[in-house]
DNA sequence: TCATTTCCTACTTGTTCTATATGAATTAAA
DNA sequence: TTTAATTCATATAGAACAAGTAGGAAATGA
């Protein structure tokens, strides 16, 4: 139960994005620099964001990339789902319906659900704003 | 961030050595049978929970296994950390002391540690006791 | 025109997951 | 004492996934 590199790396990327803001385009060459995240995967990262409508692009020198909404505007959930896809504690909550025989005299989804929810609980109510506000103070 | 196929055996298997218990050993075959779980997997996971002491085990004809203690002394936490290792979101989180050189300026660790305080708020406070009363009731 | 930058896709390398397979050691019962 | 049932130990395999690396096409501002 592990969160990846990849959806720690999109956190960290959006928050630079965040605190990077003045009006520009930002290049991932200069997250990448700051972060100390390989240029290349950071790349990959982005597209993914980009093609979510998450972050505007603009090719070209002087380009880069910018938050498409205000910091206040995403949680912590909205990126790490993008990422890593659902944040379901198991795979047979995936399914809708429901399609393990199992499920309907399952105690231990029970469990996972609960997880779920408590998951929830925290990153759906953390936004980008929050972490930059944090951020500034330290 | 998955639960995996390994813990979520560990816990049916404990849960349905809970509901099983008859006062002698049950056989993991019947355990598989029950569960529909490969028995040769079923044996490597019972094989941690048991050098972990979670079981006590009796070889040979009319061995198995049994709950080395009540239902009410296992919590699906110690279940899962025992097999998946520390629950924990990212793994900068394991070292101890924290030996990432961002971890004091990071706030995105705030983040894993609110999950993680989430997380085990809900299976640390779930027994397999409970669980059984669940199974029993449906 | 040129340097800069995104965009796209393929490849690599190592690890983990989810088993399966084989056989030795032990033990209760026939 | 034999036999069947069972745990115990270890090796192997195939697939998927993680975490990058690599190369080049397309666009764009200076």
Same mark, same amino acid.
């Given at each position: 139960m592990k969160i990846s $590199? *990849?959806?720690r790396y999109a956190l960290r990327l959006m928050l630079d994005l965040a605190l990077n803001d003045e009006g520009g385009y930002v290049p991932i060459r200069s997250i990448s620099q700051r972060q100390e995240i390989s240029y290349k995967y950071l790349e990959q990262i982005i597209t993914l964001l980009s093609r979510a409508g998450f972050v505007k692009s603009s090719r070209g020198a002087q380009g880069?990339? *910018?938050?498409?909404? #205000?910091p206040e505007e995403y949680t912590v959930g909205m990126i790490l789902r993008l990422i890593e896809?659902?944040?379901v504690p198991v $795979? @047979?909550?995936e399914n809708?319906?429901? #399609? @393990?025989?199992r499920c309907s005299s399952c105690v231990t989804l029970d469990v996972w +659900? +609960?997880?779920?929810e408590a998951i929830s609980g925290v990153i759906d109510?953390?936004?980008l704003a929050d972490l930059v506000k944090k951020q500034r103070e330290k």
């Open positions: $590199a *990849k959806g880069g990339y *910018k938050l498409a909404k #205000q896809g659902h944040l $795979a @047979c909550m809708d319906p429901n #399609q @393990c025989p +659900q +609960q997880l779920e109510h953390i936004t």
